[in-house]
Every structure is written in structure tokens, then in C-alpha cells.
């Protein structure tokens, strides 16, 4: 489980597409010394298993469904990506519950910057907006985000310096792809209303 709070924006090394799946190898800094085999790692909002590292980067194998559900197919050399690792019980709860199972991909519509903020508006796919509501929690990207407004199937969030400065989101651009998970709990809600009213 991870908070979408990210730590620490790595760059990726190396995707190795192998069959229906592949291997991602990433470069990073602060969190390597807390990886080795086994370690899960969130990368992009998505949570990856490690199959090996060393003081510099980090290898995971890439299932056929992430690369269905998620971007990493199009990852290429050089490319930043958010990093987080697991929750612990030492640290705080900052952002909202983000499960690293990417929902599916939304797609950046605009992002407009206003002075040292910016709008952020994405496009949805139809099956996910009914788990997103006005003032609720999403994750782009695995970074846990508040929604501001839905017009349709378009969902703006408010990207604060931070955001923009500590995460890959203010390297958008229209026609980009990006990892999307929403809520578990209304993910949770919804199911159960719909087996009550059934």
C-alpha cells in the first residue's frame, strides 16, 4: 500500500519488452538503499516487484495486464518517473489510500499554468468516472491527487508547486498518457450498491 506521496522522481534506464510482458529498469537515488529482491516499489502508480538492484537502479518484470492497463509501454530511455515506497508504520497517511493497481490510462487534455500553479485536466474512460467524485481522491501517475471539477468525462485537478516541482506531472503535455487509479473505497462502495440493489 502506498500513501501518492512520491519521494523521489527516478529516470528510467532501460524497458525490455519480452513476450506479452517485459523488464523495466529504473535509476534512482534516495530510496535505492531501502530496495533489493522482493522489495515492492510504486513506479508511475504502479506497484512493481524488484528483481534485483544495486546502489544505483533497480529491475522489475512487467506483467502482460500492466502493460494492457498501464503506460509503461511506452517508457523509453531517460524518461522521469514518480517513485514511492510501501507504507510503513512509522510514516505518516499524507496523501489517500493508493493501492499501486492501475485502473487505466487517462489521457492529458491541458495543463495550464497559472503563475506557480497549474490546472490540470485529463480525459477518463467512461467505466472509470463513476468511482470519481468532486472533492474526492485519484491518483495520476501515483500521485494522490483532489479532484476540482468533472465536466463529462474530463476530471481538472489543481496541481500545486510541489507537485509540479517534486513529480513528473508538470512535464505533461496534450495527448500524454498517464497511469490512473481511482478510489478503492468508492471502488468498495460502488460494488456493494450495486449487489444491495440488485
Known sequence: MFTGIVEEVGRVARFDKKGKGGFL????GKIIGDLGEGSSVNVDGICLTVISADASRFSAEISPETLKRGIIDSYRPGRRVNLERPLTANRFMGGHIVQGHVDAS????SLIRRGDHADLRVLVPKEQMGYIVPKGSIAL??????????RREHVVVALIPTTLRETNLGDCRR??????EVDIIGKYVKTFMEAYYR
Not at 529498469?25 to 534512482?28: K, N, Q, S
Not at 487517462?106 to 487534455?109: F, K, L
Not at 501517475?141 to 468533472?150: E, F, K, Q
Request: charged share 15%.
Open 175 to 180: 495527448g500524454d498518457r498517464l497511469n490512473l
Open 106 to 109: 487517462a489521457r492529458v487534455t
Open 141 to 150: 501517475n501515483g500521485v494522490s491527487l483532489t479532484v476540482a471539477t468533472i
Open 25 to 28: 529498469t529504473v535509476e534512482a
